[in-house]
């Protein structure tokens, strides 16, 4: 994770937490005094219920939106005001789960047979015409989750971006990145590299946002 990171700072109202097989990113709404506050305890929260689902459930939509409206009307009723995106990746043993509300950005690239990287699916934006948010959790505006499960059959590697950061690259400029980056050096290292350079991307194409991103590699299961 790379959490408000970059040298252009804004309110620092984005939050990422990791919960054992869980990691979770919330965009705190810039307009809400309290939302950094509340995007801490959101994704703090979310990741420690989300990995509490049991396997056993077949509801899995259904579960994780009890828990989401859970969150999101204690916002409305305690947090005077806080709102904010949500991101999350859960990585199970076989599968991974994506679950996102809002505008934030979730990305999943697969290595393909020619051993580079492409994208293979990402998660819808909650944006109306002008771009901005529908939904977030906090307000009344919330109505729903953006939910995928994906296979483990190939090498994934899932971004998670606030806005700040995912509105000013696009999957060109991950792609490049990825493939840049190499086979030389450790999984660690190339992560990192890769948070760095879509947060220097950004900042040097004008955001003055709040700029976080979470990345996972995760190894294929044949």
């Known amino acids: 994770m790379n959490i408000n990171g970059g040298t252009r700072k804004y309110e620092n109202f984005d939050a990422g937490y990791r919960f054992k097989n869980v990691m979770t990113l919330c965009d705190g709404a810039n307009s809400c005094k309290k939302s950094g506050i ?24 259904g579960a994780i939106r009890n828990i989401t409206t859970t969150l999101n009307n204690e916002g409305i009723d305690y947090s005077s005001g806080g709102a904010s995106t949500l991101v999350s990746l859960a990585v199970n043993e076989k599968d991974c789960e994506i679950v996102s509300v809002g505008d934030s950005y979730a990305q999943v690239y697969i290595r393909n047979n020619f051993q580079s990287w492409e994208l293979f699916t990402e998660m819808p934006r909650d944006v109306d015409s ?6 977030l959790i906090g307000t009344d505006l919330f109505e729903r989750v953006n939910y995928q499960i994906i296979d483990r059959k190939k090498d994934l590697l899932i971004l998670m971006m606030s806005d700040g950061v995912g509105n000013y690259i696009d999957e060109r400029d991950i792609i490049f990145e990825l493939n840049s980056i190499g086979e030389c050096i450790n999984a660690t290292i190339k992560l990192k590299t890769l948070l760095a350079s879509v947060i220097r991307l950004s900042e040097e194409r004008g955001s003055f946002d709040d700029k976080s991103a979470c990345v996972a590699l995760v190894e294929g299961k044949n």
């Open 38 to 61: 509340f995007a801490a305890n959101l994704s703090r929260r979310f990741s420690k219920n989300f990995h509490l689902i049991k396997v056993s459930e077949t509801d899995r939509v």
């Open 130 to 135: 002008k771009g901005n948010p529908w939904q």
